[in-house]
């Protein structure tokens, strides 16, 4: 197509007019910068005084040149604190193009003797400005995430200059005695190249940061080493008791676009022998060789997520997680986790060390595949979803590891800890004559302990969902953890195979010795509940039924009344407490009367009782004489002591680790009113059943 004459020459004139503005505007921008360079140096000066009480102070400043300003003795000192930054020479070049579309983007940046200093002495620092809030009556608006990500990204990647050269830079934290130091002789970029030393400490150690970085293109890609050992802040076991170090740590971020309102970036992160430690974590050094994530994160007006194209690394496993988090108008949580079929052996061989020292040595062969998914709106919690299966396909146990899990079908001797000291050596098999047969049981005590902790252990495998997902629910709306999610199986795992330890590496060993033992079908469960009963404490230093029933009723398990056998399991989240139930006259005191009735309606609702009017036998429980003496005086005491709807239940597991207090377990829960929460579809199974 052929354009007429008149309208390039239209064209021409506008180009040549908008050239000739630039050109002007550009001379008088010249011979005014000094003029504008001050009066923006006001502004900014004025606006730390009012909005964050700093004293900003700059000696001189000027231009070198049409881009480039330098400044001199530059401190910024919060009123009446020690000073936070000082600068001796700092000289910065901004790119003119993108500055005519109002982007700051550095050029180049020179900066020499520079010190940056967060001092906090008692209760004072010199930093508490930056957590105020600034006080706002009005209703803020909704904010578009992915456009807030995006101007925060670019303000970032802008002040990441083409070319840089830092000499002599100085970053301490001073915390009251504790004190960290971080000096770095020079710093540089070349074209794109990143490198710089940093001494850590005085000489303590040295560290580098290396890699390459283009701004223009959203890219980066950085690592962090040290000098002949490991990178490792000493001060974090110091003051948080962990211990972390590592070989390398490295980011990359790939790419980064916007379309459609949501904003994408996909970047990696990978760490090379690392090593944690924390009492609460693991009793060991947990060591990861070799682990890694390709994370993309999407980021829309109103969620932010790792979407499940991501992939964590885990020497030769991969796995694809999925996280999202929505703002508005419903808070909502998800998570997914999913892996293709595995190789069971690379699975096992993937775990790190230290992390599940029973299992360390463990042969296995055949193929797992896992799923979790988690689904939660903070506006109807109850409705939680929740999903995990771990899948196995022709799956078998070629060697033991540290513990042989078969253990449970032979005779073996248990040692039960209190306050991490033993209390003594149990043979648990019939060697011991306090050792019960399970059919020698009163099936009263089997079918309560059955009702009240884990009416569906005979048809479950090792865990039910439905109690998690309950127990998610609960702790959300109590905003901590008062609800736990153990079975039978997971109690029984806890006490044979593992130290008391409370960790979280031990409890998610427990979780997976469940799974073994369940879908590995290495006991039955008939075995699992006798040696339960026979190992479980029910009293200060009373271990399984054959003791408790000759303590507190001085009768053979096998004679245990209905009654009797309640009272027994009423016991059972908390055994020291057993005698505090009774009066000095051996009856049973009137708090534990509703619990005999709950529990008592719920076995005859499922034929394992007939119905009783008369508190299912808590008239007829007795102590045996020699033990009533001991039996608090006090009413009002022991009464408080026993109130089910707060204190009846031990805490769990999240609580031992977190320290929430008032924790309840998951299978009898009970409301305010003493009345027992517990959704009716649960089925029980007597042990007697095939």
Same mark, same amino acid.
């Given at each position: 197509?052929?354009?007429?004459?008149?309208?390039?020459? =239209?064209?021409?004139?506008i180009l040549s007019i908008f050239l000739l503005l630039i050109i002007v505007g550009s001379a008088i921008?010249?011979?005014?910068?000094?003029?504008?360079?001050?009066?923006?140096?006001?502004?900014?000066? +004025?606006?730390?005084?009012?909005?964050?009480?700093?004293?900003?102070?700059?000696?001189?400043? &000027?231009?070198?040149?049409?881009? /480039?300003?330098?400044?001199?003795?530059?401190?910024?000192?919060?009123?009446?604190?020690?000073?936070?930054?000082?600068?001796?020479?700092?000289?910065?070049? =901004?790119?003119?193009?993108?500055?005519?579309?109002? !982007? =700051?983007?550095?050029?180049?940046?020179?900066?020499?003797?520079?010190?940056?200093?967060?001092?906090?002495?008692?209760?004072?620092?010199?930093?508490?400005?930056?957590?105020?809030?600034?006080?706002? /009556?009005?209703?803020?608006?909704?904010?578009?995430?992915?456009?807030?990500?995006?101007?925060?990204?670019?303000?970032?990647?802008?002040?990441?200059?083409?070319?840089?050269?830092?000499?002599?830079?100085?970053?301490?934290?001073?915390?009251?005695?504790?004190?960290?130091?971080?000096?770095?002789? *020079?710093? *540089?970029?070349?074209?794109?190249?990143?490198?710089?030393?940093?001494?850590?400490?005085?000489?303590?150690?040295?560290?580098? #940061?290396?890699?390459?970085?283009?701004?223009?293109?959203?890219?980066?890609?950085?690592?962090?080493?040290?000098?002949?050992?490991?990178?490792?802040?000493?001060?974090?076991?110091?003051?948080?008791?962990?211990?972390l170090n590592f070989d390398t740590i490295s980011t990359e971020l790939k790419e980064v676009s916007r379309?459609?309102?949501?904003?994408? $970036?996909?970047?990696?992160?990978?760490?090379?022998?690392?090593?944690?430690?924390?009492?609460?974590?693991?009793?060991?050094?947990?060591?990861?060789?070799?682990?890694?994530?390709?994370?993309?994160?999407?980021?829309?007006?109103?969620?932010?997520?790792i979407d499940s194209s991501s992939v964590i690394h885990l020497k030769n496993i991969k796995a694809n997680?999925?996280?999202?988090? /929505?703002?508005?108008?419903?808070?909502?949580?998800?998570?997914?986790?999913?892996?293709?079929?595995?190789?069971?052996?690379?699975?096992?061989?993937?775990?790190?060390?230290?992390?599940?020292?029973?299992?360390?040595?463990?042969? #296995?062969?055949?193929?797992? &595949?896992?799923?979790?998914?988690?689904?939660?709106?903070?506006?109807?919690?109850?409705?939680?979803?929740?999903?995990?299966?771990?899948?196995?396909?022709?799956?078998?146990? +070629?060697?033991?590891?540290?513990?042989?899990?078969?253990?449970?079908?032979?005779?073996?001797? @248990?040692?039960?800890?209190?306050?991490?000291?033993?209390?003594?050596?149990?043979?648990?098999?019939?060697?011991?004559?306090?050792?019960?047969?399970?059919?020698?049981?009163?099936?009263?005590?089997?079918?309560?302990?059955?009702?009240?902790?884990?009416?569906?252990?005979?048809?479950?495998?090792?865990?039910?969902?439905?109690?998690? !997902?309950?127990?998610?629910?609960?702790?959300?709306?109590?905003?901590?953890?008062?609800?736990?999610?153990?079975? =039978?199986?997971?109690?029984?795992?806890?006490?044979? @195979?593992?130290?008391?330890?409370?960790?979280?590496?031990?409890?998610?060993?427990?979780?997976?010795?469940?799974?073994?033992?369940?879908?590995?079908?290495?006991?039955?469960?008939?075995? $699992?509940?006798?040696?339960?009963?026979?190992?479980?404490?029910?009293?200060?230093?009373?271990?399984?039924?054959?003791?408790?029933? &000759?303590?507190?009723?001085?009768?053979?398990?096998?004679?245990?009344?209905?009654?009797?056998?309640?009272?027994?399991?009423?016991?059972?989240?908390?055994?020291?407490?057993?005698?505090?139930?009774?009066?000095?006259?051996?009856?049973?005191?009137?708090?534990?009367?509703?619990?005999?009735?709950?529990?008592?309606?719920?076995?005859?609702?499922?034929? +394992?009782?007939?119905?009783?009017?008369?508190?299912?036998?808590?008239?007829?429980?007795?102590?045996?004489?020699?033990?009533?003496? $001991?039996?608090?005086?006090?009413?009002?005491?022991?009464?408080?002591?026993?109130? +089910?709807?707060?204190?009846?239940?031990?805490?769990?597991?999240?609580?031992?680790?977190?320290?929430?207090?008032?924790?309840?377990?998951?299978?009898? $829960?009970?409301?305010?009113?003493?009345?027992?929460?517990?959704?009716?579809?649960?089925?029980?199974?007597?042990?007697?059943?095939?």
């Open positions: 197509m052929r354009i007429p004459k008149k309208y390039l020459k =239209i064209t021409g004139i921008a010249y011979n005014k910068r000094e003029a504008l360079l001050k009066a923006g140096i006001a502004k900014v000066i +004025l606006k730390a005084k009012k909005d964050y009480n700093l004293n900003l102070k700059i000696k001189s400043a &000027q231009f070198d040149g049409f881009k /480039t300003v330098v400044l001199k003795n530059v401190s910024v000192v919060p009123e009446k604190r020690d000073t936070l930054v000082s600068i001796s020479d700092l000289s910065v070049s =901004i790119k003119l193009m993108p500055l005519l579309i109002g !982007r =700051i983007r550095f050029s180049e940046v020179e900066m020499s003797n520079s010190r940056i200093a967060l001092i906090k002495r008692g209760s004072l620092s010199n930093y508490d400005f930056l957590f105020k809030k600034k006080n706002k /009556t009005e209703k803020r608006p909704k904010v578009d995430l992915s456009e807030v990500a995006n101007k925060l990204l670019n303000q970032l990647l802008d002040k990441i200059p083409n070319d840089m050269d830092v000499k002599n830079f100085s970053f301490r934290i001073i915390h009251n005695e504790d004190k960290l130091s971080f000096f770095v002789p *020079t710093a *540089t970029i070349d074209g794109g190249d990143l490198n710089s030393t940093i001494l850590v400490n005085g000489k303590e150690a040295t560290w580098h #940061v290396s890699g390459e970085v283009d701004p223009g293109h959203k890219q980066l890609n950085i690592s962090l080493y040290a000098d002949g050992k490991k990178v490792e802040l000493p001060i974090l076991e110091k003051k948080y008791g962990i211990k379309s459609g309102g949501e904003l994408r $970036m996909y970047g990696s992160w990978s760490v090379k022998n690392l090593l944690i430690n924390h009492p609460k974590i693991a009793a060991n050094d947990i060591i990861i060789p070799d682990a890694a994530i390709d994370a993309n994160m999407f980021i829309g007006e109103n969620y932010v997520s997680p999925y996280l999202k988090y /929505t703002l508005y108008p419903n808070k909502i949580y998800e998570l997914k986790l999913h892996t293709e079929e595995l190789d069971a052996k690379e699975l096992f061989d993937a775990f790190p060390a230290g992390l599940f020292e029973s299992l360390e040595g463990m042969k #296995v062969a055949g193929k797992l &595949q896992y799923d979790l998914n988690l689904h939660l709106d903070a506006l109807n919690p109850d409705s939680v979803s929740f999903d995990s299966r771990l899948n196995k396909k022709n799956f078998k146990i +070629l060697k033991w590891g540290k513990i042989n899990l078969q253990k449970i079908n032979t005779n073996f001797v @248990y040692t039960p800890y209190e306050y991490g000291k033993p209390m003594r050596d149990i043979l648990i098999g019939p060697k011991n004559p306090n050792y019960i047969p399970l059919n020698e049981i009163s099936p009263n005590l089997k079918n309560a302990l059955l009702t009240a902790e884990d009416p569906s252990f005979f048809t479950h495998r090792g865990f039910v969902e439905e109690s998690i !997902r309950k127990s998610i629910a609960t702790n959300f709306k109590e905003k901590a953890f008062k609800r736990g999610g153990s079975t =039978i199986s997971m109690q029984l795992v806890k006490n044979v @195979y593992l130290n008391r330890q409370k960790t979280l590496a031990r409890k998610i060993e427990e979780i997976l010795i469940v799974w073994l033992m369940e879908n590995g079908h290495l006991a039955t469960k008939q075995r $699992m509940f006798e040696i339960y009963l026979n190992l479980i404490e029910w009293g200060p230093n009373v271990y399984g039924i054959g003791e408790a029933s &000759q303590y507190y009723f001085n009768k053979h398990p096998s004679q245990l009344t209905l009654g009797e056998s309640l009272f027994l399991v009423s016991i059972v989240p908390r055994p020291k407490s057993g005698l505090y139930f009774f009066h000095p006259d051996g009856s049973l005191r009137t708090s534990l009367r509703g619990y005999f009735k709950l529990i008592g309606n719920l076995m005859a609702e499922r034929g +394992l009782t007939p119905g009783d009017n008369n508190a299912y036998g808590f008239y007829s429980v007795m102590l045996k004489e020699s033990l009533r003496r $001991m039996a608090p005086a006090d009413t009002a005491v022991s009464d408080s002591t026993l109130l +089910l709807d707060e204190n009846f239940r031990d805490g769990n597991f999240l609580q031992d680790i977190f320290g929430t207090k008032d924790s309840k377990k998951d299978s009898v $829960m009970f409301n305010k009113s003493g009345k027992r929460k517990i959704p009716m579809n649960d089925s029980i199974k007597t042990v007697d059943e095939k």
